[in-house]
């Protein structure tokens, strides 16, 4: 007896961890992303991430959409036409089926995830135009451990995290599948701040992100996101550096909250 | 020393035109800045000399409608998202395919709510 106790207490209280109280469907954030130029500022595209209902026969799956494009001063100079997809649990953000269709500037690429989690794979297919015309497609098996996610859903994970009980200076490690290679993506808790936004005055947690044996990310500690230190955790605010300079992403608005 | 400032200044000021045309209108505000400073500096030997200050005029006129091109931009115009009905309809397609192939997925071991 007390060992169902102790199992049905353990469900529970992983059930507690993983519950997704941030967002819900029908969730619409809006961002400038802007990229630093010798000192000025200058936007470039507006970034959208949106959150819907998707209903299969056997589940309701939440669909976590990302996508990016250039305003259209840009767009004769280099158009970007992303869109970036997860198809996830509604509580735990486990992802089921990842894609990214982008077009970037005359390169286009598709490159789908289709998560096995019992078996611990990933089939991945990854289309590219061919030179002459056409396209050709890229199958390959990927294992992967049992928390993997992509980075859509590492995003909007990072979300349901227990932020509150971080302390300055914590860090999580997180797996995240990005151009079918697993990578860490480390996490450090830098504190609260209280940063004016699009959407208003908003105390906000500072999270520092970085890459472990990468250097797209440059700097220590100049990729930074905010999220709102209260239920929604909306990411508010990021900035980064990267090789060819740095940017920023700002919210413009915010609809459809949890709470 | 005069003829040096005037073709600094020139190349300064005709930069800052073709910057405040692209879209990095923002960025002729450097340019134009220092083709102003050379036009000053330009006049200011000019007027040592008493020569002809037809062409530091030019720089000037130069800079003036390259600051006032990058300025009307910056006011006026509102950054808005081009076309994304291509995109609108990649995303519409996309879900399609999507609940097929979530449909072949064993997804069984979903929480369902």
Redesign the interface.
């Known amino acids: 007896m007390q060992k169902y106790i102790f199992i049905l207490l353990l469900f529970f209280s992983s059930f507690g961890i993983a519950q997704n109280n941030a967002f819900k469907a029908g969730e619409n954030l809006t961002f ?1 992303a802007s990229y630093n ?2 000192g ?1 500022l ?2 470039l ?2 970034v959208n991430m949106v959150t819907s209902e ?1 209903k ?6 939440l ?1 976590l ?1 990302c ?1 990016a ?7 004769s ?1 280099f ?1 970007i ?1 992303d ?1 970036y ?1 997860s ?1 996830v ?4 953000i ?1 992802p ?2 990842y ?1 990214r ?1 982008i ?1 970037e500037g005359g390169y286009s690429k598709l490159v ?1 995830y ?5 078996n611990g794979t990933v089939e991945s297919i990854i289309t590219k135009k061919k030179k002459t015309g056409g396209t050709y497609d890229q199958k390959k098996n990927l294992k992967i451990s049992s928390n993997t996610k992509d980075i859509v859903s590492t995003i909007y994970f990072l979300r349901t995290l227990d932020l509150k009980s971080f302390k300055s200076g914590t860090y999580k490690t997180l797996p995240v599948l990005f151009d079918n290679k697993p990578t860490d993506v480390i996490l450090t808790y830098l504190g609260k701040e209280t940063i004016s936004t699009g959407i208003g005055s908003k105390m906000c947690y500072k999270l520092s992100i970085s890459i472990k044996n990468s250097d797209v990310l440059k700097g220590n500690n100049d990729n930074i996101l905010w999220l709102t230190a209260d239920e929604n955790k909306i990411p508010v605010y990021a900035t980064f550096k990267v090789a060819v300079g740095n940017g920023e992403l700002r919210i413009k608005s915010a609809t459809g909250l949890k709470n | 020393m005069k003829k040096l400032f005037i073709i600094l200044g020139l190349i300064a000021s005709v930069l800052a035109i073709i910057l405040s045309v692209l879209p990095l209108s923002n960025l002729a505000f450097f340019p134009a800045i220092v083709a102003f400073i050379f036009g000053l500096a330009a006049f200011y030997f000019s007027n040592k000399e008493k020569s002809s200050k037809k062409t530091i005029q030019l720089i000037f006129l130069l800079t003036i409608i390259a600051l006032s091109i990058s300025t009307y931009k910056s006011i006026f115009n509102a950054n808005e998202v081009g076309n994304t009905e291509e995109l609108q309809e990649r995303e519409k397609e996309s879900e399609e395919n999507a609940i097929e192939e979530l449909e072949g997925l064993d997804l069984d071991e979903i929480d369902i709510e």
């Not at chain 1, 649990?89 to 735990?92: A, C, E, L, N, R």
């Not at chain 1, 289709?114 to 019992?118: A, E, L, Q, R």
């Open positions: 400038t130029m010798s000025v200058t936007e595209a507006q998707v299969t026969s056997k589940a309701t799956l669909r959409k996508t494009a250039t305003y259209n001063k840009w767009d100079f158009k036409r869109l997809e198809y649990s509604p509580t735990t486990k089921y089926l894609k269709d077009f789908q289709k998560y096995s989690h019992s």
